[in-house]
């Protein structure tokens, strides 16, 4: 078994909506079966023994080895914890060859499972050693490494019971929620709103205490020291005992409390010294330590933590007791569990000598111990909500210092002996105030009740009906594409929209390239998706991107096919018919939002089945109002858009918009059919968005088949009284296209310029120039500049053939080099003549033929 082109579909994809590995595995004739593997379903289940059935109760289907590959890296990652079902094996048209398709939930982690997959079945058929827990342990030790931590992960999970998307920005906490000009970030519980200045004073715990004070907050006396005599006089000063800490520490590090000697002072200097270079010297607060946090301008939530600490139990020595309270299985290293691993460190051990033990004392039944003088959940600590017993006074404190500071999500730590009365009534306050508070506390708290924190971020960053997503538009389809995108961008930006857009040309933003080439695929959309200056985003959306990793979004508003048609790539990555074609390209179609809409093609047969995979409305558009697909749907009373007397009719019920195609340019009045099929499918796009109609109208009649608008679009150039036309055409549907637009147009003589792409099949380049000899009297052709993987000549030679019995063409040439045959071309024309140039080189060519063009003009 050899298992290759490993892919991670990060989006919703030809297989399902989840995020999946997807790996081509080549099977030997006798791993096609594995019945024909003595013993090895029984040598599988010795060394994996949890492994789902291979097959549905009752069938006797043949399995492959492939198939087993899935259903093991599924399952790997089941038993580590990951929360994955879907799976799936496909053969492919090449005998032995499978596709298999497995979900993650962190793409490492599923590129690791199928990496130990593939070893257990080789484990399994070799009868060679497989180590089942050495395997698990890696799964999972990996993914609570790169899956977001419980703070991070409520946040994600509220924002998703909304429906409001979420991409992660880095391998760390940081989130972005929703799309373009409607997008927020956080930075684990740390908002985008939160000012670094408010930041920086929260660090500064001397400054925030004094902030405080001037709000009137409770805080203890102190003072920043800068060695251990200074810190022995801050203390008399203050009168002990006292508290040494870092100025700028966090999670309890280098924090001493109750100190009550000289001694215990300059062992906790120290200790502080080792976190931060200057210390601060606080009163020491008796009582309990609470943890209040506050989101916008609520509390939310509130928890009394504990130090880490053990009941004796007259037998066991103090080591022994902290190992059991360790294994509790909801303790661990980071944090990804809702309570710490308690540490036996030199603080521990510090700790243990002012209670008069050592590691090894047996206390007695009943003894508490206490491990440190901190409570923080970091080194250990337990908390338990204490939430509806805040006094109102308490809250109002909170809320106070967190607005002083000027905190969007702030942890207020508080120091008093009960949370049911104001501090000032019992000499409590307020010991610090924390950014980017930990969550886990609250959501997960030892005992009592979890609070939704993570819905009252989200509250905080979206209003009630907010869900952070602009409109997004993602076009398909075999032709028409990229004009299609150019001319819905252009009507959105009439009403004053600043629109992403994306297709074969580049990126554009508001007008503005920021990229260029081939920009069709997810990547490129993703990178729209993030721009902050993006009020809508129109996505051509290729089959390329599709396969390699999936759509860029969850869900779009509007999805438009254009057509599905043979030339289109058919033949790689196991697309080999049009059927295979459509189903990949219906992905966007299936992916609408419950309330979005399909525009589609109805007089495209494969096309009009789609209709049936969209959960939310469809617009049908064709010419022909008259057609089976378009009168049925009319007499539905949903929405068409078709040509009628001239005019390009959008309809729904009884309500009917009409606009002359004479006051469309794009279409010549009419004349090119493919371009009234692009703006009856633009048409129905910005319909669905509610763009108003006197906005449309306006936008339809200001876009032109110049370079500018359409590059590479039938865009039209007279030159010494000829008609020259280049267009990006590159497929037999789109020369069946441009042949029927061109006669429309009369013509003393025609000639047609024609390279061939070289990653199309053998026939679909010779049927190219099987149409154009029937319908040009001069053909020229020219090899491309990249011929995509062909032998030198050999695009060339396909054309020729394609040319063998033109019913029309007389003249024939083969040029290498675009430009010469260009030139060739544009030299014999004479006023009257036509010519169809089908660049390669799109603004390359097009700046060519313009030059000449201006040249012969002057």
Known sequence: MEVSRIRALRGPNLWSHHTSIEAVVNCTPEECAITTLEGFEARLRARFPAISPLQPTGHDDKITLAHVLGVAALDLQAQAGCPVTFRRTAPTVDNGVFQVVVEYSEEAVGRLALELSEALCLAAKNDTLFNLQQALSQLSELD?????????????????????????????????????????????????????????????????????????????????????EDAWAAACEIGLPVVIKPKDGNQGKGVTVNISTREQLVAAYTAASDFGDEILVERYLPGNDFRLLVVGNKLVAASRRDPPHVVGDGKHTIRELVDQVNSDPRRGTGHSTSLTVIRFDDIALACLATQGFVADSVPPYGQRVTLRHNANLSTGGSATDVTDDVHPEVAERAVAAAQMVGLDICGVDMVCDSILHPLEDQGGGVVEVNAAPGLRMHLSPSYGKGRPVGE????????????????????????????????????????GLRVGMTNTDGVYIA?????????????????????????AAVL????????????????????????????????????????????????????????GMAVLNAADPNVVPMANHCRGAVTFFAADRDHPVMATHLAQGRR??????????????????????????????????????NVMASIAAVWALNLPWDVLRRGLATFSNDGNNAAGRFNLFNFR??????????????????????????????????????????????????????????????????????????????????????????????????????????????????????????????????????????
Request: net charge negative.
């Open 511 to 535: 007008g503005q390239r920021i990229d260029t080439g081939d920009c069709s695929g997810p990547k490129s959309a993703r990178n729209v998706l993030q721009h902050p200056d993006v009020d």
């Open 144 to 228: 609570e490494d790169v899956r977001l931590g419980p703070s991070t992960g409520s946040i994600v999970d509220a924002a998703l019971a909304r429906n409001i998307p979420y991409r992660r920005m880095t391998e760390g906490s940081m989130i972005m929620f929703g799309w373009g000009s409607k997008q927020r970030r956080i930075q684990a519980a740390e908002i985008d709103s939160t000012s670094a200045i408010s930041e920086a004073i929260a660090q500064d715990k001397q400054l925030t205490k004094m902030l405080l004070a001037t709000a009137g907050v409770p805080v203890p006396l102190g003072r920043e020291v800068t060695t251990p």
């Open 640 to 677: 068409a858009v078709y040509v009628e007397d001239g005019c390009v009719v959008a309809a729904e019920g009884s309500q009917q918009q009409r606009i002359p195609l004479a006051d469309i340019p794009l279409t010549l009045q009419g004349t090119i059919g493919f371009q009234v099929e």
């Open 721 to 858: 009284g000829a008609t020259v036309i280049a267009d990006y055409g590159h497929n037999p549907d789109a020369m069946l296209a441009l042949v029927r637009a061109v006669e429309a147009m009369p013509a003393k003589r025609r000639t047609v310029v024609i390279s061939g792409a070289g990653d199309r099949r053998d026939e679909d380049i010779r049927e190219q120039t099987r149409i154009l000899g029937d319908a040009f009297d001069e053909v020229v052709l020219f090899q491309d500049a990249c011929q995509r993987g062909r032998a030198d000549g050999e695009v060339l030679a396909l054309l020729r053939e394609g040319l063998t019995g033109a019913k029309r063409t007389r003249d024939m040439h083969e040029i290498h080099g675009e430009f010469i045959a260009i030139d060739l071309a544009m030299d014999k024309l004479c006023e009257g003549d036509l010519c169809l140039i089908l660049v390669d080189q799109v603004e390359e060519a097009l700046a060519h033929i313009r030059a000449r063009v201006e040249k012969a003009a002057a």
């Open 456 to 495: 009252a971020i989200i509250s905080t960053m979206f209003g009630e009906h907010e869900n952070g997503r602009i409109p997004i538009v993602a076009i398909t389809g075999t032709n028409g594409k990229t004009t299609t995108v150019r001319l819905i961008t252009h009507l959105l930006a009439q009403k």
């Open 540 to 595: 051509e959306t290729a089959r390329g991107g599709m396969l390699r990793e999936g759509l860029a979004f969850d869900r779009c508003d509007v999805a438009v096919v254009t057509n599905i048609g043979s030339g289109d790539h058919l033949g790689l990555n196991y697309i080999t018919t049009v059927n295979d074609l459509a189903v990949l390209k219906r992905v966007i179609v299936q992916n609408i939002s419950d309330n």
